[in-house]
């Protein structure tokens, strides 16, 4: 859990996977073949329960993943509930929430969010940008797919609440070219979020602008890297 998202009692969820991806993920459980093609019959499977499986505070969830293309059901879920709450705090508190949490960075420098936050928000740099790197070059790792394909709001919502803490204006979410799909569902979001004034001018009715960008990535595993990635974004070479 977290501040801004435990207290809600929304359900971490892992949503409608393609069937590449969920082939992928019986390989590496160890599982020897799937014969089964809907998600809602994989409760069975307790190896890859984290595609079926929901807790809150410990107790199992009955209900369906959400349709990530279906942001009415994302608020019903809980969405940018976190957000409402962000905006209600200064910068300050945000990122003391963020940084008590110890939340931190799934690299494999394992650097505390709440001090990357910190350090934008204290840049005399302006206008402030956002990068979110959704690249995930590394062989084998689709951690942050699920999260793109099956919660894309719950992305959008973490950025938003990022650019509010950081002062920042702006936002890029750089997917990697091999995820199609995690690049047309958050596209999507982004686009559903923007028509219900969440993302844009004015976020949620209050004074402070905060709009996203998506970027497919350069398909070169050397974007995965911070200032490769900066290059890519910047059409450079």
């Known amino acids: 859990g977290g501040e801004f998202g435990a207290t809600t009692g929304r359900p971490r969820r892992c949503g409608w996977l ?12 160890g599982m020897q073949s799937l014969a089964l093609t809907k998600l809602d019959v994989l409760a069975e499977l307790p190896e890859i329960a984290v595609c079926v499986a929901y807790k809150v505070d410990g107790k199992e969830l009955d209900e369906p993943p959400i349709d990530p293309d ?5 608020i019903a879920s809980g969405a940018y509930a976190g957000l409402e709450k962000a ?3 200064t910068q300050e508190e945000v ?3 963020v940084t008590s949490s110890r939340l931190r960075g799934r690299s494999g420098s ?5 001090r990357k936050w910190d350090f934008l928000r204290t840049s005399a740099t302006t206008p402030r940008t956002m990068v979110c790197n959704a690249d995930e070059g590394d062989s084998g790792a689709w951690v942050n797919r699920l999260t793109l394909e099956s919660d894309p ?6 950025m ?3 650019g509010w803490a950081t002062g920042a204006v702006r936002g890029y979410i750089y997917i990697r070219e091999e995820y199609p799909l995690a690049n047309e569902r958050v596209v999507r979001a982004v686009e559903q979020a923007r028509e219900r004034g969440i993302l844009g001018e004015k976020v949620l009715g209050r004074d402070f602008s905060f709009d996203l960008k998506v970027v497919r990535g350069a398909g070169s595993y050397v974007c995965g890297e911070e200032t490769g990635l900066i290059a890519s974004l910047e059409d450079s070479r």
């Open 70 to 74: 279906d942001i009415d059901e994302s």
């Open 160 to 162: 938003i609440i990022g």
């Open 110 to 114: 394992d650097f505390p969010t709440g």
């Open 18 to 29: 393609d069937l590449p991806a969920l082939r992928m993920g019986v390989r590496l459980s």
């Open 87 to 89: 905006l209600g705090m």
């Open 95 to 97: 990122i003391a929430a």
């Open 153 to 158: 709001h719950a992305l959008i919502e973490g």
